[in-house]
């Protein structure tokens, strides 16, 4: 089987106290990336650093300051759920100082606590992974795909319970591939392609970048939109003139003053879409 | 070593490490009792030329005389398969095992090295290990308590057949160990591990059952349990050497393998 070349190049800084989104389709190297910087894989390149320690040199140091919440975790099945987070606990040497806290908001009794895991919903399964990531109140948490398999409900509390670490200045390292949720709760986002990142910036500075969809129904002739600054794939046919408009909208908005509109709709700009454009770009 | 991932270990244990040493207990009372009760029918019949002699000696042990009882009682594969449960089938499932439930790398995030987390499932390893060959041992001391046949037992040999015993046995568990850390699955650490103690018995049963092929036992780890040798006072000290080599094959196979793998997601 011939060697896979995982990950290559990324370049990334994730400043104290952020909430940082990681983005990424499946095998873009989001978790080989994580899984560099927390000792599971060795670099044939390259370095990293976690608070300033290097992370092959100085990786149990790192651990020790570090919350990690796999993707898909895989928990002892024959444990009770306390017992797990215990045990977890005890491997980590801290006190689980904010385990009750966690339980609590994410709605985990201490009855539910007293089940074997094995019998535990997917759902459960995810709150004892967020819980068992930050039961020791790190530094720095390492969450991949954190609300995969939780309800609505239940993923308000988990971006409740970010806000908190947020404002008490922790860092968080989020891989996700909800993006509605990436946007809700990240400061800075960073997407990365086969190895390779594609962009690094604040989720408003992502969303402004975007092109923003516009469909417009006119009574007259339509407004001339060619050549208008940031206007782009312009039609105009039986009335109806679509557009996409990318940066400031004042040249657009300019430049359709006076037009007769009866209809018009500016899409708001998701970053879903921002993801995607950046993908066809870097596709192309 | 990690205190709490070794408790966690003997309390997963715990249960199948009871039963398996109650059987063993069992099974290591029977012998002095059987030879106690029949050894001398079976002296005659093997002096009446009924049976081949090397039958009087499988794997170094014999029921005709009580060192030779307790020889047996742990060369036997019915103690050889229930020290195995643990020399083999934990220690090739400890790592590889974790791995492939996914459960490694939720415990390897916390801040241990893989040199502790290896060091500690092999102190694990071993304590069962222990556990098992003392318990074999104390069932033979009670099982000739109880048939009367204490005078013949040379007890002040038993600590040197312990220390052969726990060196064979954790011999076999450094190779399961250092097979369950350089595979992601169990099944080939498994594999590995069980066909080499299964290789290594054949050829010291076969030699000591077929003459010719004698010049094969030096190449089985059980050729160097030398349980009758020892409770006769005539022991080998290179035997435990070469144990003890083995077991620093396999520890240092492991501390140099299992740290530098890289673990990807699991799949």
Same mark, same amino acid.
Request: charged share 20%; glycine share 10%; hydrophobic share 50%.
């Given at each position: 089987?011939?060697?896979?070349?995982?990950?290559?190049?990324?370049?990334?800084?994730?400043?104290?106290?952020? *909430?940082?989104?990681?983005?990424?389709?499946?095998?873009?190297?989001?978790? /080989?990336?994580?899984?560099?910087?927390?000792?599971?894989?060795?670099?044939?390149?390259? /370095?990293?650093?976690?608070?300033?320690?290097?992370?092959?040199?100085?990786?149990?140091?790192? %651990?020790?300051?570090?919350?990690?919440?796999?993707?898909?975790?895989?928990?002892?099945?024959?444990?009770?759920?306390?017992?797990?987070?215990?045990?977890?606990?005890?491997?980590?040497?801290?006190?689980?100082?904010?385990?009750?806290?966690?339980?609590?908001?994410?709605?985990?009794?201490?009855?539910?606590?007293?089940?074997?895991? &094995?019998?535990?919903?997917?759902?459960?399964?995810?709150?004892?992974?967020? *819980?068992?990531?930050? +039961?020791?109140?790190?530094?720095?948490? *390492?969450?991949?795909?954190?609300?995969?398999?939780?309800?609505?409900?239940? +993923?308000?509390?988990?971006?409740?319970?970010?806000?908190?670490?947020?404002?008490?200045? %922790?860092?968080?390292?989020?891989?996700?591939?909800?993006?509605?949720?990436v946007e809700r709760v990240c400061d800075r986002v960073a997407i990365i392609r086969r190895g390779q990142l594609i /962009?690094?910036?604040?989720?408003?500075?992502?969303?402004?970048?975007?092109?923003?969809?516009?469909?417009? &129904?006119?009574?007259?002739?339509?407004? %001339?939109?060619?050549?208008?600054?940031?206007?782009?794939?312009?039609?105009?046919?039986?009335?109806?003139?679509?557009?996409?408009?990318?940066?400031?909208?004042?040249?657009?908005?300019?430049?359709?003053?006076?037009?007769?509109? *009866?209809?018009?709709?500016?899409?708001?700009?998701?970053?879903?879409?921002?993801?995607?454009?950046?993908?066809?770009?870097?596709?192309? | 070593?990690?205190?709490?991932? @070794?408790?966690?270990?003997?309390?997963?244990?715990?249960?199948? !490490?009871?039963?398996?040493?109650?059987?063993?207990? $069992?099974?290591?009372?029977?012998?002095?009792?059987?030879?106690?009760?029949?050894?001398?029918?079976?002296?005659?019949?093997?002096?009446?030329?009924?049976?081949?002699?090397?039958?009087?000696?499988?794997?170094?042990?014999?029921?005709?005389?009580?060192?030779?009882? $307790?020889?047996?009682?742990? $060369?036997?594969?019915?103690?050889?398969?229930?020290? =195995?449960?643990?020399?083999?089938?934990?220690?090739?499932?400890?790592?590889?095992?974790?791995?492939?439930?996914?459960?490694?790398?939720?415990?390897?995030?916390?801040?241990?090295?893989?040199? $502790?987390?290896?060091?500690?499932?092999?102190?694990a390893s071993f304590s069962f290990v222990a556990v098992t060959v003392t318990v074999l041992l104390a069932g033979g001391?009670?099982?000739?308590?109880?048939?009367?046949?204490?005078?013949?037992?040379?007890?002040?040999?038993?600590?040197?057949?312990?220390?052969?015993?726990?060196?064979?046995?954790?011999?076999?568990?450094?190779?399961?160990?250092?097979?369950?850390? =350089?595979?992601?699955?169990?099944?080939?650490?498994?594999?590995?591990?069980?066909?080499?103690?299964?290789?290594?018995?054949? !050829?010291?049963?076969?030699?000591?059952?077929?003459?010719?092929?004698?010049?094969?036992?030096?190449? =089985?780890?059980?050729?160097? !349990?030398?349980?009758?040798?020892?409770?006769?006072?005539?022991?080998? @000290?290179?035997?435990?050497?070469?144990?003890?080599?083995?077991?620093?094959?396999?520890?240092?196979?492991?501390?140099?393998?299992?740290?530098?793998?890289?673990?990807?997601?699991?799949?």
């Amino acid at each position: 089987m011939p060697p896979i070349r995982a990950l290559e190049s990324l370049d990334l800084a994730v400043a104290e106290g952020e *909430i940082f989104g990681f983005l990424g389709p499946n095998g873009a190297g989001k978790s /080989t990336a994580i899984r560099l910087l927390l000792g599971f894989l060795h670099p044939t390149a390259g /370095t990293g650093a976690l608070f300033g320690l290097d992370i092959v040199r100085d990786s149990v140091a790192i %651990r020790r300051r570090v919350g990690y919440l796999p993707g898909g975790i895989a928990l002892y099945d024959s444990m009770t759920g306390e017992r797990l987070l215990d045990y977890l606990g005890e491997l980590s040497g801290r006190r689980p100082v904010r385990r009750a806290e966690w339980c609590d908001r994410l709605e985990l009794s201490s009855a539910t606590l007293r089940r074997l895991v &094995r019998d535990y919903s997917r759902g459960m399964r995810q709150k004892i992974g967020i *819980i068992q990531a930050l +039961q020791h109140d790190p530094e720095l948490a *390492i969450l991949d795909e954190p609300t995969e398999g939780l309800d609505p409900l239940m +993923q308000r509390a988990f971006y409740d319970i970010l806000d908190s670490l947020k404002a008490e200045g %922790r860092t968080i390292f989020f891989s996700s591939h909800v993006l509605s949720e990436v946007e809700r709760v990240c400061d800075r986002v960073a997407i990365i392609r086969r190895g390779q990142l594609i /962009t690094t910036d604040t989720v408003p500075a992502l969303l402004a970048r975007r092109k923003r969809n516009v469909d417009m &129904r006119v009574s007259g002739p339509p407004p %001339r939109l060619e050549g208008v600054p940031g206007v782009s794939s312009l039609t105009a046919a039986d009335g109806r003139v679509t557009c996409r408009v990318e940066g400031d909208m004042r040249p657009f908005l300019a430049a359709i003053e006076g037009a007769a509109i *009866i209809d018009l709709t500016i899409q708001p700009a998701h970053l879903e879409e921002a993801f995607l454009e950046f993908y066809e770009g870097a596709d192309a | 070593m990690n205190r709490a991932l @070794f408790g966690q270990t003997w309390r997963a244990q715990g249960i199948k !490490l009871a039963l398996v040493s109650a059987a063993l207990a $069992i099974w290591g009372f029977l012998m002095p009792v059987i030879y106690a009760q029949f050894g001398s029918q079976f002296r005659a019949i093997l002096e009446s030329g009924i049976l081949p002699a090397q039958f009087a000696k499988l794997g170094g042990g014999d029921i005709f005389t009580l060192p030779g009882a $307790i020889a047996l009682s742990l $060369i036997h594969p019915i103690a050889i398969i229930l020290t =195995s449960v643990f020399s083999v089938g934990f220690s090739a499932t400890a790592i590889a095992g974790e791995r492939q439930r996914g459960t490694l790398e939720v415990a390897l995030a916390r801040p241990i090295a893989r040199q $502790i987390f290896y060091r500690t499932l092999l102190a694990a390893s071993f304590s069962f290990v222990a556990v098992t060959v003392t318990v074999l041992l104390a069932g033979g001391i009670a099982g000739a308590a109880f048939a009367g046949v204490t005078g013949e037992l040379p007890i002040r040999h038993f600590p040197l057949l312990w220390l052969n015993a726990i060196l064979l046995f954790g011999a076999i568990a450094a190779m399961g160990l250092a097979a369950s850390s =350089s595979f992601d699955r169990v099944a080939p650490a498994l594999g590995v591990t069980l066909g080499f103690v299964i290789v290594m018995y054949f !050829l010291e049963i076969l030699g000591s059952l077929w003459p010719a092929a004698a010049p094969l036992q030096p190449y =089985s780890l059980f050729h160097y !349990l030398r349980a009758k040798a020892i409770l006769l006072g005539t022991p080998v @000290f290179l035997d435990d050497g070469l144990l003890a080599a083995v077991i620093v094959a396999g520890v240092v196979w492991a501390l140099v393998v299992f740290p530098r793998r890289d673990l990807a997601a699991p799949s």
